[in-house]
C-alpha cells in the first residue's frame, strides 16, 4: 500500500520528446517496475511515432485511452506547461505530476479556477501535484520525477516536503538509520500549487502501511500551519517537522519560489511554534530529522 501511486500504476509524459522529459522518463524506467508503468508519451507533432519504444500521441486523451493511464508527468516548459495541466485534467486522469520551474502565476491562476469550475460542474477531480516540485516516489515500486532513485529504501515512514533538496536529505537519512519510506512527496514551492502539505498528511494519515511522517515545509504562506492545526485534530502518527528558513530576513523576498515572509505567522519561527503547539516533534537543525523520528516509534 502507498499513497496516490503504486506499481501498478500507468503515466503518460507530456514532453516526452524535449531533452528533460527524456531523460527522466528514461530513469524513471530504469527504477523498479518502471517498464511496465511508463506507457504513453504526449507531444501533437510527433504523434504516432514512439520514444524508446514508448508511444507517442497527439494529446493526453488519446494516450490515456488507449493505455488505460491515469497519472501523467509534465515535463513541458514554462510557457505550455499551465495548458499541459489543463490538458490532463480534461482528460479526466486521477493524478497530474507537473515538474516543470517557472510557470507565470497567472497562468497558474488561470488552470486552477478552471479545475474548480469543472469539479463544482460535477466533473471528475484530478489531483495536480506541484507545479516545481521533484515529484513523488514509492519505493521499490515506481518512480514519477526526478528525484533519485537509489538513496530510497522500502519502508513505513512518509515524507511531505516543499523543498525538493530537503525531501532527498529527510530520505536519505531515514535509509542510512534503517528506516525507509512508504511514499516520498515533494509539493513543489510556487505559490499557485495543487496538493498541499494538508491534502498528503490526510492521505499518509489513512495509509495503514504508514507509521510516521516527516513534514518539511519553508517560510511563507499559511499551509504548514493549517496542516498541523488538521493533525492536531486527525493525526494519529507520530510527526517530525522542519520548516527551511530560520535565518530568513521578514520582508525580504527570498530565492526559492518567491517565498516571502511579511513578519507575521509565516516566519520559520512562527510555524515552527504553531506546529509544536500542535503537537509535532519539531527540529531546527535538518540533520537530526531522521534521528528523532526513530526515538518517537
Not at 516548459?77 to 480534461?90: L, M, Q
Amino acid at each position: 500500500m502507498s499513497i496516490y501511486i503504486n506499481k501498478n500504476t500507468k503515466v503518460i509524459t507530456q514532453g516526452i520528446t524535449g531533452k528533460t522529459g527524456q531523460f527522466h522518463t528514461r530513469m524513471c524506467r530504469e527504477y523498479a517496475n518502471g517498464r511496465e508503468a511508463f506507457v504513453a508519451g504526449v507531444n501533437p507533432k510527433k504523434a504516432g511515432e514512439d520514444f524508446e519504444g514508448i508511444p507517442i500521441f497527439a494529446n493526453v486523451s488519446e494516450a490515456a485511452q488507449a493505455t488505460g493511464a491515469t497519472v501523467s508527468v509534465i515535463y513541458v516548459p514554462p510557457a505550455g506547461a499551465a495548458a499541459a495541466i489543463w490538458e490532463a485534467v480534461e482528460a479526466n486522469l486521477d493524478l497530474a505530476i507537473c515538474i516543470t520551474e517557472g510557470i507565470p502565476v497567472r497562468d497558474m491562476l488561470e488552470v486552477r479556477n478552471r479545475m474548480k469550475a469543472k469539479e463544482a460542474a460535477g466533473g471528475k477531480k484530478t489531483l495536480l501535484l506541484g507545479p516545481n516540485c521533484p515529484g513523488l516516489i514509492t519505493p521499490d515500486e515506481i518512480k514519477i520525477g526526478i528525484m533519485p532513485g537509489h538513496i530510497h529504501r522500502k519502508g513505513r515512514i512518509g515524507v511531505v516536503s516543499r523543498s525538493g533538496t530537503l525531501t532527498y536529505e529527510a530520505v536519505a537519512q531515514l535509509t542510512e538509520i534503517g528506516l525507509g519510506q512508504s511514499s516520498a512527496v515533494g509539493i513543489g514551492g510556487d505559490p499557485i500549487n495543487g496538493l498541499k502539505h494538508i491534502d498528503v498528511m490526510r492521505a499518509f494519515n489513512d495509509d495503514p502501511d504508514t507509521d510516521a511522517v516527516i513534514m518539511i515545509g519553508e517560510i511563507g504562506g499559511p499551509d504548514e500551519a493549517e496542516a498541523a492545526v488538521w493533525c492536531k485534530a486527525n493525526m494519529k502518527k507520530p510527526i517530525v517537522g522542519f520548516i527551511a528558513g530560520v535565518t530568513a530576513p521578514a520582508g525580504k523576498r527570498m530565492g526559492h519560489a518567491g517565498a516571502l515572509i511579511s513578519g507575521g505567522a509565516d516566519t520559520a519561527d512562527a510555524k515552527l511554534a504553531i506546529m509544536e503547539a500542535c503537537g509535532f516533534t519539531i527540529t531546527r537543525n535538518p540533520s537530526e530529522m531522521a534521528k528523532l523520528l526513530k526515538a518517537l516509534l
